[in-house]
């Protein structure tokens, strides 16, 4: 990784580009970091969304991760589930939530 970046990337993110049995990642440096930064943005931006569904709506935290979710993977999507499943659980880690359990069908891209 470039010793210039001051972009920190959590291994938890660098691991979506990663495929199985393999070590390296199968993208570049960079459109890793552009992907991480747009993520961690969505996530910080759904900070207030998800608190102010939670209680006015008098939602528990894991259906107003799911709504999340649903939100970020639908036919305009510009993530794919795995990142998108990565905004989510940061979302939730923002929040001081529990980190979701993703079903069968959300597992899959």
Sequence with gaps: ??????????????????????????????????????????????VPTA???????DLHASAVLAQCLQALVGPDAVLDRCQARWVVCRLAEL????????SAEDATD
């Design 95 to 102: 929040l001081g939530w529990e980190q979701p359990v993703f």
């Design 1 to 46: 990784m470039p010793e210039a970046s001051q972009i920190e990337i959590p291994p938890t993110f660098v691991e979506l580009f990663v495929a199985p049995g393999k070590s390296r990642p199968s993208a570049s440096y960079a459109m890793i970091a552009a992907r991480y930064e747009l993520c961690e943005d969505l996530a910080q931006t759904l």
């Design 51 to 57: 608190t102010q569904l939670q209680l006015m709506r």
